[in-house]
């Protein structure tokens, strides 16, 4: 558990190297809890339970996914090599929270 909040704290500082931030934290974690979420808010609908847990449920992946999203754009602000790979990916991260935000 240790490791994982030290991960998370860096994550967050931008101190994680940039392939590594979107691309483990920010796409595969994220994808990973955004359909875990999404399957698990499709099955309390389809059990009738109240609509405002189901909203809950999909929600929850949100504070994961902000984190993730300021932990890459930090880590692209510290990135040395071309800027246009930086531009890029905080580009497409906001895309991607903003896709599950909605999705």
Not at 8 to 15: A, D, N, R, S, V
Not at 81 to 93: F, L, N, W, Y
Request: with cysteine.
């Amino acid at each position: 558990m240790m490791v994982v909040m030290q991960r998370l704290k860096e994550l967050w500082l931008g101190q994680l190297p940039l392939e590594v931030a979107f691309w483990k934290y920010a796409i595969i974690y994220g994808l990973a809890l955004n359909v875990v979420a999404t399957g698990a808010t499709l099955v309390l609908i389809v059990l009738n339970a109240p609509i405002a847990i189901a909203i809950v449920m999909h929600l929850l992946p949100v504070p994961y996914s902000a984190l993730a999203t300021c932990g890459v754009w930090r880590s692209a602000d510290h990135y040395s090599g071309r800027q246009i790979i930086s531009t890029v990916t905080k580009a497409s991260v906001i895309a991607w929270f903003c896709f599950w935000l909605v999705a």
